[in-house]
């Protein structure tokens, strides 16, 4: 599992996206706990969904689980419609 602290930007977003594949080299879910992340940028957002499709193409079926309910409304709308997109 994956809690994420501070910010999620340009800077930190690349960083999560190598830990998030690395993780689910070593397992079949994963989970990222948004809690404590005091920022998340467009690029953070990008990230999630991006890795999500990373994973699930051409390995079998990961599970990704991500704890979002501290992130403001408008990030969480913007995050959903992202993921919804990954196949």
Known sequence: DIALDGRLD??????????????????????????????????GLRVLPLSAYAVHAPTPPHTLVISYAALPEDRIEELVRRLDTVG
């Open 10 to 43: 340009t800077t930190t977003a690349p960083e999560l996206d190598n830990v998030i594949l690395e993780q689910y080299a070593e397992g079949e879910m994963l989970t990222v706990d948004c809690e404590k992340l005091a920022y998340i940028s467009s690029a």
